[in-house]
């Protein structure tokens, strides 16, 4: 099993940054990805943004990129979502993945809302 936690929602102004976090912990190596997901009142889950974990690689949906950046410290077995240029289509609760070979694991959500 793989638990996440994230951190890091808030309140934050059209145009702002915030940066959230995801500590994963438990059966660690067993996970392939890490990626972060959103989802707005009435809306679909929306993928936003997956790195592998052997090799590195980083994707992005269409949506976010060139304003959010994913990136991963494996000391410390976080994952971040660094977002910038906020805009209020940006407001949603942010989940937290991991995928192993069978299973996908989900963190609770943290809030984010843009908003004057």
């Known amino acids: 099993q793989v638990q996440l936690v994230e951190s890091g929602g808030g309140l934050v102004q059209p145009g702002g940054s915030l940066r959230l976090s995801c500590v994963a912990s438990g059966s660690i190596f067993s996970i392939n990805a890490m990626g972060w997901y959103r989802q707005a009142p009435g809306a679909q889950r929306e993928w936003l943004t997956r790195?592998?974990?052997?090799?590195?690689?980083?994707t992005y949906a269409d949506s976010v990129k060139g304003r959010f950046t994913l990136s991963r410290d494996y000391a410390k077995n976080t994952v971040y979502l660094q977002m910038n240029v906020l805009k209020p289509e940006d407001t949603a609760v942010y989940y937290c993945n991991a995928k192993s070979r069978y299973k996908d694991y989900w963190g609770q959500g943290t809030q984010v809302t843009v908003s004057l």
């Open positions: 790195i592998i974990t052997d090799g590195g690689s980083t």
